[in-house]
């Protein structure tokens, strides 16, 4: 069965700092793996995904993720943040092997930057 | 920049009573898509459909729930019969492609049931 864990429900960063939001999964088979961020009173927004190919991919403002396929993790990251990053980011898993089409999302890490 | 959009954003109703979703995916788009959060909880998929039917559906998308695509532009979802527990934001999204595409939501419909 698919899972996603995201361990953290709260990272507080200063602003400028570098930012990781973890993530790991669990698929019968290959995963194709996304991050969305949801700002209050918004919908999800597509910020990144890795699908195939190079294991570092980069998305919108600037965030990029890692896939580590031995440590099952696709932790995205950030070198600045910026106050305007304060939101909930929301990791999620499709498993290839099983072909199903939804996609499982984590609980959700909420980042908060301080000023 | 093409968007989902949901009607309404916040929807009360009674319970027993059936409600209605509403949501027009981007146009392109041949997959469709209902997932719901419960406050405080994670977002969790309710149904996938593709070529006016369903494709896909969860242990929550029971016999209360139901999808159409009315037109060529529409995806509702509506709920027969709500319970409190129905109580949730509801995430339209739809996509290009199912699998190694990305899915793109609306702003979400809040239903409270009371």
């Known amino acids: 069965a698919q899972s996603v864990a995201q361990p953290e429900d709260q990272v507080n960063v200063a602003e400028g700092n570098p930012l990781t939001v973890k993530c790991t999964y669990s698929v019968s088979g290959n995963p194709y793996l996304f991050w969305y961020v949801q700002y209050p009173n918004r919908g999800l927004q597509f910020l990144l995904k890795y699908i195939t190919g190079d294991n570092l991919v980069k998305g919108s403002y600037g965030f990029e993720a890692e896939f580590n396929k031995s440590q099952t993790s696709f932790h995205l990251k950030k070198p600045s943040a910026l106050v305007s990053d304060s939101a909930l980011y929301f990791c999620a898993v499709r498993d290839i092997k099983t072909g199903a089409n939804n996609l499982f999302f984590g609980t959700g890490t909420r980042l908060t930057v301080i000023p | 920049e093409p968007e989902v959009t949901q009607t309404p954003s916040h929807q009360v109703t009674q319970m027993g009573q059936e409600v209605i979703l509403r949501c027009v995916p981007i146009s392109n788009h041949l997959y469709f898509y209902w997932y719901r959060q419960i406050l405080g909880q994670k977002v969790e998929f309710l149904v996938s459909f593709y070529n006016n039917e369903i494709s896909e559906k969860s242990e929550i998308f029971d016999d209360q729930f139901s999808v159409e695509r009315p037109d060529g532009s529409n995806f509702t979802l509506k709920i027969r019969s709500t319970k409190l527990e129905d109580s949730a934001m509801y995430f339209c999204?739809?996509?290009?492609?199912?699998?190694?595409?990305?899915?793109?939501f609306g702003q979400g419909t809040r239903l409270t049931v009371v």
């Open positions: 999204a739809s996509s290009v492609r199912p699998m190694n595409t990305e899915a793109f």
